[in-house]
């Protein structure tokens, strides 16, 4: 190591020259700015002139909605002030800062136009409110190179006290001073206050107990076109969810438009976190719409106007008031018979043979395969096929009746144009939809067919009649119920795109959709219109006709739906792939919010393409807990190895004991799926945004295994659950990595919670032989703080009017209580009598978890029969005493 340097010492001149250097820390004369730094007046003067600049500012960036229509008429002015969270592009993408400011909007460094706030595109009206106001647009252009609207008319009305329908619609005619409705400056419904600002038509909706806004539409743009709309909503929440998934990501934009894969599902909700409250908007979506998650959670629609558009408000404040609110709107509550529960398997191949799919039943019925119905092949029927019996189809058929699974054919809902009556018919009464060029049908290209097709949202008594006379020759096949296919409108062989000056609006992701569509430029039956206008009616006005027409007691299956669909649902070109089952575990719970609760999912896929073992059985579980379980005939479980088709087979006889469960929330009209916040908003921080496990039902928590070579996935508990099968006891509000093997799927029961279960054999292989066997309870005790009382509870209901309710207390002993609740006596047959027995009703044993003062479950015999419960004794008590059970 080298020596330290010694330092030199300073001789007596440096030392001198040393001593006259001026050192600014030394220095006595202060800069000026801190001279007005330590004068505490001047300090105080100038903190109050910035709060005097700052705090208008922000107030009003932030809560300028509340003040609209207080200032003097005048000309709208906005701000470009306001944050970036709620920046709305104004007309099309990278337009020049000219063109921007020529369109009445603001320009930012980073080539980005935006809408002013408030924006300087809306509609005016004159005087005061009334229902029915005539609005006219603060320009007379758009953003988007098109003329506005010149005069539109407003309607803001309540209905049955709980919602408020706003909505826009073109003026058809005139309307005199003493046909409006009285003024009024605020109307109200149970819950709602709305108010209606002038001259700039601005609607602000708060809650009544609070004062809180749930909707405004002041802050963003209002604009109308002929053929378009663009309003911005605010629904003052922090969470969003709906359009039929279970998270709307701030930042995104939805494409709404009906295809093979998915319908439009117009409804948005959401979660204010400073109230704990949750409210909505429904809204129509006739055709192409794209809506747009602003960051600051505005919500931007941009839609084919067709003269009308309409919303409504659902003011929660729960999310159960939610559903149910939607419910009543919608009245969709499907309720098909109880074998509906059962595995449906179709063949889905192509130009295959009926000798090959009765070779296929066959080998399923000797190997003791679980399934209830079949659809022969699903490219068997057409719409407009003559529906005749052969003798080989009448033995294949005849072949499931003797083993008592029931035929549910595919029908295929369009038509081919050439030696059909069907076709012809609807040809020459104007029924088809028509070419972009001239008067003759369009004719697209499906299953590698020339096709044509309905124009199913037309209004003419002839399509009632034609759908009535072609469905008699299906009803020939005595089926059991009918899949419906097809109904989306597709065509292979399109692959024509529009431009900006054919549609106001090109939404990002068009290009994805439109090519597995009839071209976008069809021509409707009855009118000019493009049928790009009224894509998302189609496909449920296709299935609303045939819900009409069927007959009383079939299951009915469509992949072409709305909110206001009577059918059981499945998507109907769904990939093999990880993506796909985590995308279909958002669908399945984004439309049981939605109140669409008689769902399913294509097990592993019904795309026709490759499919790995694991995926498969990670369907086959998360498939099991859906209403609705349809499975390819290529994809049955003896399609893999051994040890696949024992977990599958599995999952199908723990489905089987869960059905009654599953029976019971549709029974009673409830929300099926439900992300964790439905239950547990407290705990937002972690449920907020998770969807990949959920509850099903009250009851039980499930976390499905979404993604490959899992060895542990991520759990959050929000309260003590127990693991459904085992009891096993599970932390409190914490997140478990979990321990999982390729045949579990991780299920718990939530304290204070009772689920009746059938007891399943493996010897079972179908619904109706599962219904027959006797049931038993799971359930976990709730206890107080001081675990000095628990409870729980549950029930079954069987059908509308006959159900079972359990409840268990323990305190000095251990009461079991099990309720029969009949409305009429005649019901009892239903399980009691030998000539019309569909079910059981004893209940064998009761487990339960969670006791205080011990770790392993309760396990009691009850040996209960509801057949010999009166309606004098409707109720049997068991008591245990408690030193048994300690």
């Given amino acids: 190591m080298p020596p330290p340097l010694k330092q030199r010492e300073l ?59 207080h200032a003097p008429k005048q000309q709208l002015v906005g701000t470009c002030g306001h944050p970036t969270l709620y920046h709305i592009q104004c007309g099309f993408a990278n337009i020049s800062q000219y063109e921007c400011h020529r369109l009445g909007c603001c320009y930012t460094s980073l080539s980005t136009c935006y809408h002013s706030l408030p924006s300087e595109h809306q509609f005016l009206f004159e005087g005061n409110w009334h229902d029915g106001a005539f609005l006219t647009p603060t320009k007379n252009f758009t953003p988007y190179h098109k003329s506005s609207m010149s005069k539109i008319q407003a309607h803001l009305t309540v209905v049955n006290q709980t919602y408020l329908a706003l909505s826009l619609e073109t003026v058809a005619r005139e309307i005199s001073r003493q046909h409006l409705t009285e003024p009024m400056s605020v109307i109200e419904t149970d819950e709602l206050q709305a108010r209606i600002y002038s001259p700039t038509f601005f609607v602000e909706v708060k809650r009544k107990s609070n004062q809180e806004i749930v909707f405004s539409t002041a802050r963003g743009p209002l604009i109308v076109s002929d053929g378009f709309i663009e309003w911005t909503l605010h629904l003052g929440v922090d969470i969003l969810f709906g359009l039929g998934e279970a998270v709307l990501e701030p930042g995104r934009k939805y494409l709404l438009l009906n295809n093979q894969n998915a319908s439009a599902v117009p409804v948005i909700m959401g979660y204010n976190m400073k109230t704990n409250q ?17 960051r600051s959670r505005l919500i931007v629609i941009r839609a084919q106007f067709l003269g009308r558009f309409e919303l409504e408000l659902l003011p929660g404040p729960t999310p159960t008031d939610l559903h149910r609110q939607l419910k009543t709107l919608t009245q969709n509550h499907y309720q098909p018979p109880f074998w509906s529960y059962g595995v449906h398997v179709c063949d889905e191949s192509r ?64 038509l081919e144009p050439t030696g059909s009556s069907a076709s012809s018919t609807a040809r020459i009464n104007g029924l ?71 549609l106001t609006y090109l939404p990002e992701g068009l290009n994805n959709s439109i090519p597995d569509l009839i071209r976008w430029d069809t021509k409707l039956s009855d009118s000019m219109e493009t049928v790009v206008k009224s894509q998302n009616q189609m496909g449920p006005m296709m299935t609303r006709r045939v819900e009409e027409v069927v007959e009383e007691g079939r299951l009915l299956i469509t992949g072409a739906y709305d909110l206001r669909t009577k ?128 509850m099903l039902g009250d009851a039980l928590l499930v976390a ?49 919670y009772i689920v009746g279960l059938r007891l399943i054999s493996d010897e079972i292989l179908g619904v109706d032989e599962a219904r027959l066997q006797p049931l038993f309870l799971i359930g976990a005790l709730g206890c107080n703080v001081r675990k000095t009382k628990c409870d729980a509870s549950g029930m079954l209901m069987f059908e509308e009017g006959f159900s079972l309710e359990f409840r268990v207390a323990l305190e000095q002993e251990l009461t079991v209580r099990i309720r029969l609740i009949v409305e009429t006596e005649s019901l009892k047959d239903l399980a009691c009598s030998s000539e019309q027995r569909s079910f059981s009703g004893e209940v064998l044993f009761i487990q339960l978890y969670g006791h205080p003062n011990r770790t392993i479950p309760i396990s009691e015999n009850l040996n209960f029969d509801l057949c010999q419960l009166t309606e004098i004794t409707p109720e049997t008590v068991y008591i245990f005493p408690n030193n048994n059970i300690i």
């Avoid at 105080?44 to 960036?61: E, G, H, N, R």
């Avoid at 949750?278 to 979506?285: A, D, L, R, S």
């Avoid at 991780?746 to 204070?752: A, D, H, I, K, L």
């Fill in 567 to 694: 059918a059981a649902i499945v998507a109907q070109n769904v990939s093999g792939t990880w993506i796909s089952l985590r995308n279909e575990v958002n669908r399945a719970i984004g439309l049981s919010v939605a109140g669409l609760s008689f769902i399913g999912t294509p097990i592993c896929g019904n795309a026709r393409d490759n499919v790995t073992e694991e995926l498969c059985i990670r369907w086959y579980q998360f498939g099991s807990l859906l209403p609705l379980f349809k499975v390819s005939d290529d994809r049955l479980p003896h399609r893999f190895s051994k040890f696949a088709q024992r977990i599958m087979m599995s999952a199908i006889r723990k489905r089987y004991a869960l059905m009654e469960y599953m029976n019971t929330l549709i029974v009673l009209n409830a929300a099926f799926l439900r992300p964790m916040f439905y239950h547990y908003e407290e705990a937002r921080n972690y449920t907020a945004e998770l969807w990949e496990q959920f």
């Fill in 432 to 502: 088809l939809l028509r070419s972009a060029y001239n008067i003759a049908s369009y004719r697209g290209i499906v299953r590698n067919r020339t096709t044509v097709y309905l124009d199913w949202r037309t209004e003419r008594h002839e399509l009632t009649l034609w759908l009535k006379q072609v469905w008699s020759s299906i009803q020939n096949l005595n089926a059991s119920g009918y899949s419906l296919k097809e109904g989306s409108l597709r065509d292979d062989g399109n692959k024509t795109y529009p431009s900006r000056s054919q």
């Fill in 351 to 414: 130009n295959t043979t009926l000798a090959s799919v009765r070779s296929s039943i066959e080998t399923m019925l000797s190997g003791g395969i679980i399934f209830d119905s079949h659809c022969l092949n699903d490219d068997l029927f057409w719409l407009s096929s003559s529906m005749s019996i052969t003798s080989e189809l009448e033995e294949t058929m005849q072949l499931l009746s003797r083993n008592s699974k029931r035929f549910v054919p595919s029908v295929v809902m369009v």
């Fill in 11 to 69: 001789t007596p001149e440096e030392e001198q020259e040393a001593t006259e250097v001026d050192f600014p820390e030394f220095d006595k004369s202060p800069a000026f700015i801190h001279v007005l730094l330590l004068n505490k007046t001047i300090r105080l003067f100038v903190i109050l002139t910035l709060a005097a600049i700052v705090i208008p500012a922000f107030s009003y960036l932030f809560f300028f909605s509340q003040e609209i229509g």
């Fill in 704 to 752: 499905p295994v979404l993604l490959p070579q899992m060895t542990q996935i991520d759990i959050y508990f929000p309260e003590t659950f127990y693991e459904l099968w085992a009891g096993d006891e599970l932390p409190t509000n914490d997140v478990l990595q979990y321990a999982v093997v390729e045949s579990d799927l991780p299920m718990f029961v939530r304290p204070g």
């Fill in 278 to 294: 949750f409210n909505g908007v429904v809204f129509n979506t006739p055709g192409l719409t794209e809506v747009e998650i602003v």
